[in-house]
């Protein structure tokens, strides 16, 4: 057996310390942090009490709908909701506008205020709307250039297509040409190429569901039977209606389309010239949905790309009748 006796004894020592060093200082920091807290929290107290109820509103509105404050403007960020009785912001709205004299007006009923929120809820979905809408139809024309570039039916005639973006929609122009006529002379019989152009057109125009609208518009250059017989108001919307046609050939559905109109000569292309041939073409408008509306309730026209003239443009003399294109 071991002699447990025969073991070294080891002595511990354990050297007390202070507590510091760096870990000295780490109740300056907690210190420090409540200084802060209490100096926000002070300097909150006196916002509070010294900002007007209309600014309080705004603020208040802020965290309540941001998205409504970033689409269409207003909040506490608003010069117009700042300044007392300027701009159409809170102070503007009834109830929060105070009156000479007697302090500020009562504030708004509960209903008054519930409407008033289903309605700016209902202007967010309609600007969120329209803002997709735009993408959209930017998109598909960004797609409709590539394929003009590279599909042959198209880029044989990519100058004679015309494509812009408008307030009512994407608006595309298949232009007429004196050596390349896009249909028969004085009818609305359509040649073959234009009639493969509007079916390739179909297959991309399918990619949205936004309606559509066609119109036909002609030269200046009379009939010479007159205005009393078939005119250029006729012959317009024929073409009108086979450029309908040809679309629906190439796929695209019936109800898609919304209108069908002949212009005629009223809505020239060329202002300086009425009978320059490049006044001769079809419109086919990709309506968004605020342009749809105006035209199913028949409120407006939307194909006129330039502001026309209300006295109409000079006609040949009947007794030499024009080549009618």
Do not use: C
């Not at 701009?87 to 109830?95: T, V």
């Amino acid at each position: 057996m071991s002699d447990d006796s025969q073991r070294p004894i080891v002595f511990k020592r354990v050297k007390k310390t202070l507590h510091g060093g760096h870990h000295g200082g780490a109740w300056k920091i907690a210190y420090a942090d409540f200084v802060t807290a209490m100096m926000a929290f002070f300097l909150l107290m006196w916002l509070l009490t010294s900002v007007n109820k209309a600014k309080l509103e705004g603020i208040s509105s802020y965290f309540k709908t941001p998205l409504r404050v970033a689409l269409v403007g207003g909040g506490s960020g608003s010069k117009a909701n700042m300044l007392p009785n300027e701009g159409d912001g809170i102070l503007k709205q009834p109830g929060n506008r105070p009156q000479e004299g007697k302090g500020e007006k009562p504030s708004q009923g509960d209903g008054e205020k519930s409407g008033k929120g289903d309605s700016d809820a209902e202007k967010i979905a309609e600007m969120i709307q329209a803002r997709v809408e735009k993408r959209q139809l930017e998109e598909l024309k960004q797609e409709i250039e590539e394929a003009i570039a590279v599909v042959p039916d198209l880029a044989k005639f990519k100058e004679l297509i015309k494509l812009e973006q408008t307030t009512d929609g994407l608006r595309l122009q298949i232009m007429d040409d004196q050596k390349r006529p896009s249909f028969d002379n004085g009818s609305g019989r359509m040649k073959e190429h234009t009639s493969t152009v509007l079916r390739q057109l179909a297959l991309l125009l399918n990619q949205v569901n936004n309606r559509i609208s066609i119109s036909g518009h002609t030269d200046a250059k009379p009939y010479a039977g007159g205005l009393g017989g078939y005119s250029n108001w006729e012959l317009s919307a024929d073409r009108a209606n086979s450029a309908r046609r040809e679309l629906i050939n190439g796929g695209i559905k019936e109800d898609k389309i919304l209108r069908v109109v002949g212009l005629g000569s009223s809505s020239p292309f060329n202002k300086n010239d009425p009978s320059d041939p490049i006044n001769r073409r079809i419109t086919i408008m990709v309506l968004n949905k605020k342009a749809a509306e105006i035209v199913s309730s028949d409120g407006g026209s939307l194909d006129i790309s330039r502001p026309v003239d209300i006295a109409p443009p000079q006609l040949e003399p009947p007794e030499a009748p024009a080549q009618r294109r």
